[in-house]
């Protein structure tokens, strides 16, 4: 059987720019591309070092516009592994990331929510296994 990844996510975005000054400047991902396709359209990738990457996809139509921040209905729609949570967690409230609650042991590690400019939820999260 052939090994398979999911390599790339869309996440779609108001605004090219705004979003990569949160997921670049405060959650500290990497900008891996940034091209200029014509007619006010980016192809625009960023993501954490060694993780799966998003590409920003500025909304082009009001369906579009409708599902930034709720593409998955108000669950959390990303996981966010660190191996240091505490560093991490102080990193980001210090960027201005807004946190929906405390940091909380779960069985399967620390956890807390945040939530993107955008009304996007994640679970930063230290694995308790971290193989």
């Given at each position: 059987?052939?090994?398979?990844?999911?390599?790339?996510?869309?996440?779609?975005?108001?605004?090219?720019?705004?979003?990569?000054?949160?997921?670049?400047?405060?959650?500290?991902?990497?900008?891996?591309?940034?091209?200029?396709?014509?007619?006010?359209?980016?192809?625009?990738?960023?993501g954490?070092?060694?993780?799966?990457?998003?590409?920003?996809?500025?909304?082009?139509?009001?369906t579009?516009?409708a599902?930034?921040?709720?593409?998955?209905?108000?669950?959390?729609s990303?996981?966010?592994?660190?191996?240091?949570?505490?560093?991490?967690?102080?990193?980001?409230?210090?960027?201005g990331?807004?946190?929906?609650?405390?940091?909380r042991?779960?069985?399967?590690?620390?956890?807390?929510?945040?939530?993107?400019?955008?009304?996007?939820?994640?679970?930063?999260?230290?694995?308790?296994?971290?193989?």
């Amino acid at each position: 059987m052939s090994t398979q990844s999911i390599a790339q996510i869309t996440l779609v975005v108001p605004d090219y720019d705004e979003a990569i000054a949160f997921y670049v400047g405060a959650l500290g991902f990497d900008l891996v591309e940034d091209t200029d396709m014509g007619g006010g359209k980016r192809w625009v990738v960023v993501g954490p070092v060694g993780g799966a990457r998003l590409l920003l996809a500025k909304a082009a139509s009001p369906t579009q516009t409708a599902a930034i921040g709720n593409q998955t209905g108000g669950r959390v729609s990303f996981f966010l592994h660190t191996d240091d949570f505490t560093r991490c967690h102080e990193q980001f409230m210090a960027a201005g990331v807004t946190f929906d609650d405390s940091p909380r042991q779960e069985p399967y590690g620390t956890v807390a929510v945040f939530s993107d400019p955008f009304g996007n939820r994640w679970d930063l999260i230290e694995p308790k296994d971290k193989t």
